[in-house]
């Protein structure tokens, strides 16, 4: 067993423990946007995500007897779904919407949260947001929330008692990647619980890139679904994320800027001997 072995085989990462709950993998993934539940559940598969995403006004999990339901596909004993208030534009409607996923899920109560202020934009409404999570915190739930970039109402939703705080990249399904990885940082920096990105990743090198700054993890949908092959997109995710987080473990070398370091030793060169 030479190091390598014991490398690949030890102890790679700390646990990923969200809520009281250890998963191992730390992409989370939405169920949005395919095809059919079946591209649904194969995407689902190859991402390797345990942790699955649903909009409770959007899909069926049993709200609707007559039509076909994702538990259906999506085994709730493999993953933890994860109901969200996608298409809530106040407080109020966010706090029904999950207290119908809590009867749907047999008392389920780790739930996102996402208020949004703009229908074009999707950008979170963070006064609704701020005041759903405290009715829901009160309410025994356990709360993932989507929010706006900014490290004073992120601290603001810790405060309250979230259990991750969910910053956008850039907005919902645009596909644009971190546009301010320092506001990133900043929130990754002063927070205790997970910080996990959630919105606007568009390949799988932005998924690295956000666990290279420090994320605990990355929620995506749409980069996935929209993608020409899904599947074979959210097994390039599940490898971008992976190797963010070993990026970020292992501590990049520093840059150099307009400095050569030849990697080879330069004394003995041949075009250096007399």
Known sequence: MGHM?????GPLDTPFIMGGETFRSRLLVGTGKYRDFTQTRDAIEASGAQIVTVAIRRTNIGQDPSTPSLLE????RRYTLLPNTAGCFTALDAVRTLRLARELLDG????????????????????????????????GF?????????PVQARMLEDIGCVAIMPLA?????????LNPWNLRIIIEQSQVPVIVDAGVGTASDAAIAMEL?????LMNTAIAAAGDPVRMALA????????RHAFLAGRMPRRVYQASPSSPSAGLLDQMP
């Open 73 to 76: 596909v999506l085994d709730p």
């Open 5 to 9: 072995d014991s490398i690949t085989t």
């Open 214 to 218: 420090g994320c605990d993890g990355v």
């Open 170 to 178: 850039s907005l919902i399904g645009s596909g644009m990647g971190i």
């Open 237 to 244: 995710m599940r490898r971008g994320v992976e190797a963010g």
């Open 142 to 150: 356990r709360v993932m929330v989507y929010c706006s970039d900014d």
């Open 108 to 139: 389920h109560d780790l739930v996102k949260l996402e208020v949004l202020g703009s229908k074009e934009t999707l950008f979170p409404n963070m006064p609704e947001t701020l005041q759903a999570a405290e009715i829901l915190v009160r309410e």
